[in-house]
């Protein structure tokens, strides 16, 4: 016995779907992304007092532009 969603039932499956997808994505893609200042003071305070140098793994250099935008001089 096969059961097969026509017309509005399929319509309420599929943007049920979609709309659960969205709830599950919006506080840890969409929020932040709109937020972006709130984010930066929260890293901001984590961070501070952590020299990121000292903390480096395997004395690897901290990250750098990859882009290598000079500095004037």
Excluded: C
């Excluded at 017309?7 to 943007?15: L, N, P, Q, S, V």
């Excluded at 997808?21 to 961070?47: C, F, W």
């Excluded at 007092?49 to 004395?59: M, V």
């Amino acid at each position: 016995m096969s059961y097969r969603m026509s017309g509005w039932k399929y319509g309420a499956f599929i943007g049920g779907i979609v709309g659960f997808i969205g709830l599950a994505l919006y506080p840890t893609v969409i929020y932040p992304m709109q937020h972006i200042d709130e984010y930066k003071e929260i890293q901001k305070s984590n961070r501070a007092g952590i020299i990121q140098e000292n903390i480096q793994p395997g004395g690897m250099k901290v990250w750098s532009d990859p882009f290598g935008r000079k500095k004037s001089e």
